[in-house]
């Protein structure tokens, strides 16, 4: 059997082309930032009033160290 070339083209670049990649990934990286951006723009983050953020972290994991739980208020910024 002979194969139309218009397929032989596309079986050997399906073959060739190796791992598929995900094409919104740069977008979806540049949302992230600024969502994250927008957020600190229009929050002023600080631990509630007379407690401090406890920065010691949490060695009790095997591989690897975990943030300590805080506690955040969130006070929307004046514009
Ligand atoms: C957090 C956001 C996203 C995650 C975690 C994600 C993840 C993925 C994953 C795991 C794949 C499969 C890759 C593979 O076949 O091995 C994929 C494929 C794809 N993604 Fe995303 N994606 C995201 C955002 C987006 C956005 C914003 C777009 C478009 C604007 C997009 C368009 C595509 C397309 C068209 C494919 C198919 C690529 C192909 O088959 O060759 N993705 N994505």
Redesign the pocket.
């Known amino acids: 059997m002979i194969l139309p070339s218009f397929l032989l083209i596309f079986i050997v670049f399906w073959l060739v082309s190796g791992?598929?990649?995900?094409?919104?990934?740069s977008?979806?990286r540049m949302?992230?930032f600024i969502l994250t951006a927008m957020v600190f723009q229009c929050f002023t983050i600080a631990p509630p009033p007379g407690k401090s953020v406890n920065l010691t972290p949490d060695l009790s994991g095997l591989f690897f160290r975990k943030a300590m739980p805080n506690e955040f208020v969130f006070t929307v910024r004046e514009q």
């Open positions: 791992k598929r990649v995900c094409v919104g990934e977008m979806a949302e992230m």
